[in-house]
């Protein structure tokens, strides 16, 4: 059974550029969440999504960012016209429901570096 | 919004040597998770703690919930160099599954 497969493992972009990263939760889990870590900071949840469905964006900063988890294919985080300060750590994370005390299994991460 | 503070944040220590990371709310906590993370890598669930009190053991570590279950403690016996890595741990939202808000880490390492 695989885990939650993330890529690309690392990304490079020029500030201006738009950094896409798909994440591919595990088998039968039909929730996924997104996380950052920022250097010399913990994890902080972004946004959690079913098929379709944003269910909390609270996490996600107001402008250039957005999360998708369409019927078919993985979920993407989009970061438009990136800059140096989104460079960061990102984690997606899947569970096979939302019921509290759920195990969420986490993928390996994306490391984007913004030049 | 429940903020959770780990201490001590960087520990370094000999093999062989016990260490204890600590984990504290000023709220009471729903559950609790421990995770482990290695450089480059994903966060790696180690225990979920539920009940106040509870006391769970995987291997050479020891995991406690406090009994008004405000804080949780893990203790490492014996430490060998494949215990270092950041430790973190984490609570869910209330009736927030999957949203988890995370401690900001204890940095171990462990020197042969």
């Known amino acids: 059974n695989a885990g939650v497969m993330q890529n690309p493992r690392h990304l490079v972009r020029r500030r201006g550029q738009e950094a896409r990263l798909r994440c591919s939760p595990m088998?039968?889990?039909?929730?996924v969440y997104w996380y950052r870590q920022l250097p010399e900071e913990g994890l902080k949840f972004m946004v959690y999504?079913?098929?379709?469905?944003?269910?909390?964006e609270s996490g996600m900063p107001k402008e250039r960012f957005s999360a998708e988890f369409p019927k078919e294919g993985p979920s993407i985080l989009r970061i438009q016209q990136v800059v140096r300060g989104d460079s960061a750590a990102y984690f997606c994370?899947?569970?096979?429901?939302?019921?509290?005390?759920?195990?969420?299994?986490f993928g390996e991460g994306s490391w984007l570096t913004v030049v | 919004t429940q903020l959770l503070e780990q201490s001590p944040q960087f520990l370094s220590i000999q093999e062989g040597e016990n260490l204890t990371v600590y984990c504290n709310s000023s709220?009471?906590?729903?559950?609790l998770q421990w995770y482990r993370q290695e450089p480059g890598e994903g966060p790696v669930l180690l225990v979920t703690v539920v009940t106040g009190g509870e006391v769970k053991k995987l291997k050479r570590l020891t995991f406690q919930f406090g009994d008004a279950r405000k804080d949780s403690s893990l203790h490492i016996t014996a430490a060998q160099p494949g215990d270092t890595g950041l430790y973190l741990c984490?609570?869910?939202?209330?009736?927030?599954?999957?949203?988890?808000?995370f401690g900001q880490g204890t940095e171990l390492s462990v020197k042969p």
């Open positions: 984490a609570s869910e939202g209330l009736n927030q599954g999957g949203k988890l808000i």
């Open positions: 999504l079913q098929k379709e469905n944003i269910i909390d």
């Open positions: 994370a899947s569970s096979p429901s939302s019921v509290s005390g759920n195990t969420i299994y």
């Open positions: 709220s009471v906590f729903s559950s």
């Open positions: 088998k039968g889990h039909s929730h």
